[in-house]
């Protein structure tokens, strides 16, 4: 066995190598000890199907061992099932519970809560007096808002945030969440989830069709609008034109900030620019390329089709209905029916689900080897989201696949490089292979995606061999803890030798190990305005002239609101939830008042 210690890393050599591979991916390891620099405060920027929910759990099961009380707030009540489910099964020592979708646990009562976002920052559940706090943020990039940012309790000292990538169309991460985490600790992208073997690598077939000479006239009368409103904002100041995503970004913050000419002009440019996607997303000539892909959905191991709207999905479905087995996933689908049809596509009941931007975030999608992509995405994050849908690992000579159609001589087309989406330049730089057909190229078109995949899938470095090797030195004879603990710290570092030993799903009947434990704790670093964050990819927005003027609002939720009078005072409260605001002594302050709805 040999240790060595690079940047950033623990690098252990095993005498067995064949040992049985179990536990944290390396890269999960390589995570934690970066957040642990950090002073267990930041944001783990990973893909989609990487494995960030295990990187969480094994930092709330270190936290529960030192006598934490770890807080997960989570988007959706779908992704709170799920995080108990998990939390469960990783931790059956620990009380799981819960806070929101008729969940009403509370600090007090268990040692994990698991709360939504609207649900945390209407109780603001806080730690046990007496007891540190962690708190773990999934999908920590919807957190900016306004309302959702009082989910993010300055009462826990650790904070984890978890994100595919740190990324908004406001200045929310600049503004919120930086502040509040710290900043990224790890990133970690498909490049090298694909070089570790934890994601495929895709083969990509980018697919045109014509527009009908009418599709055409519109899309040409809709360019025409968009010509003068991209003129105009190319002048205002501190618009960034390059990258385009960057550039949109920027026209969707003045659109919803400024009430001026510049606001117009970004609203203008926003409502022709939604004009003219709809147009080629809803081109005829995509629906009848898609009946032709029937026969690759049917040999597929499994296939998700992905639109921009309900509409283009019920279309979708209209057409691949009586060639393959398919349902239909919307925001409106009950959860038990979402549950079953996703198992149905888990067994293979179902060869194909269709859905628009619903499975994009937050949903335990099953494993599919094909992703039908009817409108290419407008944002990073929804396009790295999708990609994580297909690239999950894969066994031996299985294929990760995608069809991206296009209308040609449009936004959408591959060929052409102004405003060219980001998910075209991402899926290219990682592809296996990619390739540009003609629509009416079907036998191409189906030779191309039934190639194989590779013969020979890389296994993903984990963390119990190294474990295993961390183990040979605490078996040394006659050492003390704060021996052992010495020795590893003094080959690959105080945070790496923590790393090890605190996230091992190993034995921990030697009492030497939680003795290295505590003094490795103790001389982990403390939060720091130098901790060693990674840059972050921060928009830079457009000077607002004339702001708009914010709408007073009563509610954040739909629900009617009442005015109560509580003994000598006045209060406003939610129909719905109950949410209370605080008293006032006159009946007129309850108007000045506001409640944060947690009807989620």
Same mark, same amino acid.
């Given at each position: 066995?040999?240790?060595?210690?690079?940047?950033?890393?623990?690098?252990?050599?095993?005498?067995?190598?064949?040992?049985?591979?179990?536990?944290?991916?390396?890269?999960?390891?390589?995570?934690?000890?970066?957040?642990?620099?950090?002073?267990?405060?930041?944001?783990?920027?990973?893909?989609?199907?990487?494995?960030?929910?295990?990187?969480?759990?094994?930092?709330?099961?270190?936290?529960?061992?030192?006598?934490?009380?770890?807080?997960?707030?989570?988007?959706?009540?779908?992704?709170?099932?799920?995080?108990?489910?998990?939390?469960?099964?990783?931790?059956?020592?620990?009380?799981?519970?819960?806070?929101?979708?008729?969940?009403?646990?509370?600090?007090?009562?268990?040692?994990?809560?698991?709360?939504?976002?609207?649900?945390?920052?209407?109780?603001?559940?806080?730690?046990?007096?007496?007891?540190?706090?962690?708190?773990?943020?999934?999908?920590?990039?919807?957190?900016?808002?306004?309302?959702?940012?009082?989910?993010?309790?300055?009462?826990?000292?650790?904070?984890?945030?978890?994100?595919?990538?740190?990324?908004?169309?406001?200045?929310?991460?600049?503004?919120?969440?930086?502040?509040?985490?710290?900043?990224?600790?790890?990133?970690?992208?498909?490049?090298?989830?694909?070089?570790?073997?934890?994601?495929?690598?895709?083969?990509?077939?980018?697919?045109?069709?014509?527009?009908?000479?009418?599709?055409?006239?519109?899309?040409?009368?809709?360019?025409?609008?968009?010509?003068?409103?991209?003129?105009?904002?190319?002048?205002?100041?501190?618009?960034?034109?390059?990258?385009?995503?960057?550039?949109?970004?920027?026209?969707?913050?003045?659109?919803?900030?400024?009430?001026?000419?510049?606001?117009?002009?970004?609203?203008?440019?926003l409502d022709a620019f939604s004009k003219r996607r709809d147009i080629v997303a809803r081109s005829s000539g995509k629906y009848e390329l898609l009946g032709t892909l029937a026969p690759a959905i049917r040999e597929a191991d499994g296939a998700l089709v992905f639109t921009e709207t309900v509409r283009a999905s019920n279309h979708a479905i209209n057409r691949l209905d009586p060639l393959v087995s398919i349902d239909l996933i919307t925001g409106s689908t009950a959860r038990g029916q979402r549950r079953q049809i996703l198992d149905d596509l888990r067994v293979r009941r179902l060869q194909a689900v269709a859905a628009p931007r619903v499975l994009d975030e937050g949903v335990d999608v099953p494993d599919a080897n094909l992703g039908i992509v009817m409108s290419a995405s407008r944002t990073r994050r929804q396009m790295i989201q999708r990609m994580?849908?297909?690239?999950?690992?894969?066994?031996?000579?299985?294929?990760?696949?995608?069809?991206?159609?296009?209308?040609?001589?449009?936004?959408?087309?591959?060929?052409?490089?102004?405003?060219?989406?980001?998910?075209?330049?991402?899926?290219?730089?990682?592809?296996?292979?990619?390739?540009?057909?003609?629509?009416?190229?079907?036998?191409?078109?189906?030779?191309?995606?039934?190639?194989?995949?590779?013969?020979?899938?890389?296994?993903?470095?984990?963390?119990?061999?190294?474990? &295993?090797?961390?183990?040979?030195? @605490?078996? +040394?004879?006659? *050492? $003390?803890?704060?021996? %052992?603990? =010495?020795?590893?710290? /003094?080959?690959?570092?105080?945070?790496?030798?923590?790393?090890?030993?605190?996230?091992?799903?190993?034995?921990?009947?030697?009492?030497?190990?939680?003795?290295?434990? &505590?003094?490795?704790?103790?001389? @982990?670093? +403390?939060?720091? *305005? $130098?901790?060693?964050? %990674?840059? =972050?990819?921060?928009? /830079?927005?457009?000077?607002?002239?004339?702001?708009?003027?914010?709408?007073?609002?009563?509610?954040?939720?739909?629900?009617?609101?009442?005015?109560?009078?509580?003994?000598?005072?006045?209060?406003?409260?939610?129909?719905?939830?109950?949410?209370?605001?605080?008293?006032?002594?006159?009946?007129?302050?309850?108007?000045?008042?506001?409640?944060?709805?947690?009807?989620?």
């Amino acid at each position: 066995m040999r240790l060595s210690r690079s940047p950033g890393s623990l690098h252990v050599e095993v005498a067995d190598p064949g040992a049985e591979a179990d536990g944290l991916y390396r890269w999960q390891l390589d995570a934690l000890v970066g957040w642990l620099r950090c002073g267990r405060r930041g944001v783990i920027e990973a893909v989609t199907g990487s494995g960030k929910t295990d990187v969480a759990i094994a930092a709330a099961a270190d936290a529960l061992r030192r006598g934490h009380f770890v807080l997960v707030v989570v988007p959706s009540r779908v992704l709170m099932e799920q995080w108990c489910g998990r939390l469960a099964a990783a931790l059956p020592y620990a009380r799981i519970g819960r806070l929101g979708d008729n969940g009403r646990d509370d600090s007090g009562s268990c040692d994990v809560l698991v709360a939504t976002r609207h649900s945390a920052a209407a109780y603001k559940p806080v730690p046990p007096d007496g007891r540190g706090g962690l708190l773990i943020a999934d999908e920590c990039h919807g957190f900016g808002g306004g309302t959702l940012r009082r989910a993010m309790l300055r009462a826990y000292d650790e904070r984890l945030g978890l994100t595919a990538t740190l990324e908004r169309s406001d200045d929310g991460v600049a503004e919120v969440l930086l502040p509040y985490f710290g900043g990224i600790c790890h990133r970690y992208g498909f490049a090298e989830a694909i070089a570790d073997g934890v994601c495929a690598p895709p083969r990509v077939a980018f697919v045109g069709v014509e527009l009908s000479a009418t599709e055409r006239d519109e899309y040409a009368a809709v360019e025409q609008r968009l010509v003068g409103a991209r003129s105009h904002l190319r002048g205002v100041s501190g618009m960034p034109l390059e990258p385009f995503g960057d550039f949109l970004a920027a026209v969707a913050y003045l659109a919803e900030r400024d009430a001026g000419a510049d606001g117009r002009a970004a609203r203008d440019y926003l409502d022709a620019f939604s004009k003219r996607r709809d147009i080629v997303a809803r081109s005829s000539g995509k629906y009848e390329l898609l009946g032709t892909l029937a026969p690759a959905i049917r040999e597929a191991d499994g296939a998700l089709v992905f639109t921009e709207t309900v509409r283009a999905s019920n279309h979708a479905i209209n057409r691949l209905d009586p060639l393959v087995s398919i349902d239909l996933i919307t925001g409106s689908t009950a959860r038990g029916q979402r549950r079953q049809i996703l198992d149905d596509l888990r067994v293979r009941r179902l060869q194909a689900v269709a859905a628009p931007r619903v499975l994009d975030e937050g949903v335990d999608v099953p494993d599919a080897n094909l992703g039908i992509v009817m409108s290419a995405s407008r944002t990073r994050r929804q396009m790295i989201q999708r990609m994580g849908r297909i690239l999950r690992r894969k066994r031996p000579g299985v294929a990760a696949r995608f069809v991206i159609m296009f209308a040609k001589d449009t936004l959408e087309d591959p060929t052409q490089r102004t405003e060219r989406d980001g998910f075209l330049d991402e899926i290219e730089r990682i592809a296996d292979a990619t390739a540009v057909f003609d629509g009416d190229r079907r036998e191409a078109i189906d030779a191309f995606l039934a190639a194989p995949g590779p013969s020979v899938v890389p296994e993903p470095e984990r963390l119990d061999a190294s474990v &295993r090797a961390v183990d040979l030195v @605490l078996a +040394r004879a006659g *050492a $003390t803890g704060e021996e %052992l603990a =010495a020795d590893l710290a /003094a080959a690959v570092g105080v945070e790496a030798a923590y790393g090890c030993l605190a996230y091992a799903r190993a034995d921990r009947g030697d009492p030497r190990r939680e003795i290295a434990l &505590r003094v490795l704790g103790a001389r @982990l670093p +403390r939060r720091r *305005a $130098t901790a060693p964050y %990674l840059e =972050a990819e921060v928009i /830079a927005l457009p000077r607002v002239v004339t702001p708009k003027a914010k709408a007073k609002r009563l509610s954040t939720g739909e629900a009617p609101l009442t005015i109560a009078r509580i003994d000598a005072q006045w209060r406003l409260s939610c129909t719905g939830c109950g949410e209370e605001s605080d008293p006032v002594q006159f009946r007129w302050q309850v108007h000045d008042l506001t409640v944060v709805c947690r009807c989620d």
